[in-house]
């Protein structure tokens, strides 16, 4: 849908209703003019062709409330027939579009407000003095990234920390205005707006920020002693951040409004935390899923047997462990992981170790002895070297 069509069409004329009609007055009034003009009974009509598709539009709009906001508050802030070709014909204007979309801004949140000013209040300006009613715009604060370092266990389950932060703010001294006093006087050159155009060729010019009050629309006879003038002051606080269970090394987390304060009613910043975990003796970690090696006994793995897992934080849990468990073979202890997004866990990664003995009891040695002599025709290694054989 083009400006044009919402500044210059009557879409309520086209369905011959009030512009305070309800609902159901603009879907009956479409359903009966649909039927009349429809194509399908007026084969080879054009006109009554032509007379459906504006009733469709019309109805496009109107039946939908969001676009009827923006329809009805475009009329009205453009006024009726709002576009007209001015002297030089159906490409110009016989009004400044700066000024135009500038002023949109307060339409409404639905419509032309915000969007269209930003995009077409810095191309089409007359110049510094077109600007002078405009009013300073807000500025969004800044972004600020701090760092933090948990605990394995921590980013597990979760925690909430300390962050001492240091950003601008207002000056407390002069509570923002940068002078002394608290009695700045507007900047001359930008009017107070923050902004000088420029041309561009065309008949068009750009904005920039004055370089002379800095983009503040101000400008301090008397600087503040603190800030220098600015406005701004580097301001420290502290504020407990809560970190989600589940984050992993190296995380970036943003927070949002957490950041620095805006200006002239501006929305603060975001913060940015970016999180390093240490490392456990005993659980690892990959992805939702955590990690540990497990030693069993040769026994153990030749005959089978129950054994027990540790979890981090919980009871131990039971697992039972097969016959002829080689060792590196890896086991799952499901729900005992890292929390997920979702708040579910993960499992955990259980991986059997066969742990080989140093020493020997008499008793022992003789029992692997018989063992060996058992089992004397086995030779593990007889497929290791048929396949290099093969290769």
Not at 80 to 99: A, C, K, T, V
């Amino acid at each position: 849908m083009s400006t044009k069509d919402f500044v210059e069409k009557d879409y309520y004329k086209v369905l011959g209703v009030p512009k305070d009609a309800t609902e159901a007055e603009i879907k009956k009034a479409y359903r009966k003019l649909a039927r009349e003009f429809h194509p399908d009974a007026n084969k080879g009509d054009a006109s009554a062709e032509a007379r459906f598709k504006e009733i469709s539009e019309a109805n496009d709009v109107l039946g939908d409330a969001k676009k009827r906001k923006e329809y009805d508050e475009a009329r009205a802030l453009f006024g009726n027939g709002g576009f007209r070709p001015g002297p030089g014909g159906g490409g110009s204007f016989n009004f400044d579009l700066g000024d135009l979309f500038g002023g949109a801004q307060g339409a409404g949140q639905g419509g032309f407000g915000g969007g269209l000013g930003d995009v077409f209040g810095g191309l089409f300006n007359r110049g510094a003095g077109a600007g002078a009613g405009t009013r300073t715009q807000p500025r969004r604060g800044q972004d600020i990234e701090s760092e933090v370092t948990l605990s394995f266990t921590e980013a597990v389950d979760g925690a909430t920390v300390p962050l001492r932060m240091s950003s601008q703010a207002p000056c407390k001294a002069c509570s923002g205005t940068g002078d002394k006093n608290g009695t700045p006087r507007v900047c001359p050159t930008c009017v107070g707006t923050g902004q000088v155009s420029r041309g561009s060729g065309g008949g068009f010019s750009l904005t920039d920020p004055c370089a002379d009050c800095k983009g503040r629309g101000l400008i301090a006879e008397n600087p503040c002693e603190v800030c220098k003038g600015s406005g701004r002051a580097k301001s420290s606080r502290t504020m407990q951040v809560r970190i989600p269970a589940g984050v992993s090394d190296g995380q970036r987390i943003r927070l949002r409004g957490k950041g620095a304060p805006g200006e002239r009613g501006g929305p603060a910043g975001d913060l940015y935390v970016v999180v390093h975990v240490g490392t456990h003796p005993v659980f690892g970690r990959k992805g939702d899923n955590l990690t540990v090696t497990v030693p069993v006994t040769i026994a153990e793995a030749a005959l089978g047997a129950d054994i027990k897992v540790p979890t981090l934080g919980g009871p131990a849990v039971t697992l039972k462990l097969p016959p002829g468990t080689p060792t590196g073979r890896t086991m799952r202890a499901r729900g005992k992981g890292a929390v997920r997004k979702d708040g579910t866990r993960g499992d955990l990664l259980v991986t059997v170790e066969v742990a080989v003995p140093a020493e020997l009891s008499d008793k022992a040695r003789e029992a692997l002895e018989m063992y060996r002599d058992a089992t004397g025709d086995e030779d593990p290694r007889a497929l290791l070297f048929e396949s290099a054989k093969g290769a």
